[in-house]
């Protein structure tokens, strides 16, 4: 692309600034309302090469939060995946976007977000959250995870936010930052068989129940996790471990929190690449060696 078009963030990044952003190789997972986001965002700074991964259709529910998503995506039950490659493409028409419409526990994916420079977590389960975060660490790779929440009670929204953890590996991870419940996990990471048992006796919880989501909410996570994004790659500020935004008072705050000492994936998963055995995690069943 014209030098031209990025004059402007050459002025805050430089030169050489600009290259380093062209040259990031990225992965998404999760093109929902948070992760296409990310997507138009990294696409109009100057990424240029993509990977994306949703095994998700488009619903018509879906459309009032997903960027580039129109009505005709819903109506043909359209990929995600690939509603965020033409968004990516319509910006910038010589991006390299690799497209995975399979969910995270394939060994396809996890060969290919491994190759990765840096991994953007959009994700609404523990589950893929853990993968992640293992993932990030042994393969040694930056991870940005972002969620948002909005809280109602009685048609009245009582508490609404986000947060965003910047995990670099050996550092500080979503275990450090308390953002996984492994029992959660667990159950998400279960065979049918395993949660059919489960569910006919009684134990653990039920169907996940539709959550709120707004578009504006999901923009300031999503530019939030881009600018940590921006500081890992630029150098102008360390980035911060962990940020969050508290919709009722309206404020964004740095988290002082410091990687935990007796964390297992920062401590002996980091650097550690096809000996942590992250495809574990494809295999049916829940693994028997979760962290704790």
């Known amino acids: 692309m014209?030098?031209?078009?990025?004059?402007?963030?050459?002025?805050a990044f430089g030169e050489e600034g600009q290259k380093r952003i062209a040259a990031a190789r990225i992965g998404i997972?999760?093109?929902?309302?948070?992760?296409?986001q990310i997507g138009q965002n990294l696409a109009y700074l100057g990424v240029e090469d993509f990977l994306v991964v949703d095994d998700d259709v488009v619903e018509e529910s879906n459309l009032n939060r997903l960027i580039g998503?129109?009505?005709?995506?819903?109506?043909?039950k359209r990929?995600?995946?690939?509603?965020?490659?033409?968004?990516?493409?319509?910006?910038?028409?010589?991006?390299?976007?690799?497209?995975?419409?399979l969910n995270l526990r394939n060994d396809e994916v996890l060969d290919a977000l491994a190759e990765r420079a840096y991994l953007f977590a959009c994700i609404d389960n523990d589950a893929a959250r853990l993968i992640l975060t293992e993932l990030s660490a042994a393969y040694e790779i930056p991870l940005i995870d972002s969620a948002s929440e909005i809280h109602p009670?009685?048609?009245?929204?009582?508490?609404?936010?986000?947060?965003?953890?910047?995990?670099?590996?050996?550092?500080?991870?979503?275990?450090?930052?308390?953002?996984i419940d492994t029992e959660i996990a667990k159950i998400e990471l279960e065979s049918p068989a395993e949660r059919g048992f489960r569910e006919k006796h009684g134990y653990g919880t039920g169907p996940a129940a539709a959550a709120p989501a707004v578009v504006s909410l999901n923009a300031i996570i999503a530019g939030l996790a881009v600018t940590e994004f921006l500081m890992l790659l630029t150098n102008i500020?360390?980035?911060?471990?962990?940020?969050?935004?508290?919709?009722?008072?309206?404020?964004?705050?740095?988290?002082?929190?410091?990687?935990?000492?007796?964390?297992?994936?920062?401590?002996?998963?980091?650097?550690?690449?096809?000996?942590?055995?992250?495809k574990r995690y494809t295999r049916k069943g829940l693994p028997k060696d979760l962290p704790v």
């Open 79 to 101: 990929l995600k995946v690939d509603v965020a490659e033409r968004m990516i493409k319509q910006i910038n028409p010589n991006a390299k976007v690799t497209k995975y419409a």
């Open 2 to 11: 014209s030098n031209e078009r990025f004059s402007r963030q050459v002025l």
């Open 29 to 36: 997972i999760g093109l929902g309302g948070i992760g296409s």
């Open 153 to 179: 009670e009685e048609g009245k929204v009582m508490e609404f936010g986000g947060r965003v953890v910047i995990a670099r590996p050996g550092d500080f991870c979503c275990l450090c930052a308390n953002q």
């Open 237 to 278: 500020r360390q980035p911060n471990r962990m940020v969050t935004y508290k919709g009722m008072r309206g404020v964004v705050f740095a988290s002082m929190d410091e990687k935990k000492k007796d964390c297992i994936v920062c401590n002996s998963l980091t650097g550690n690449r096809e000996l942590a055995d992250i």
């Open 69 to 76: 998503g129109v009505p005709s995506d819903a109506e043909e």
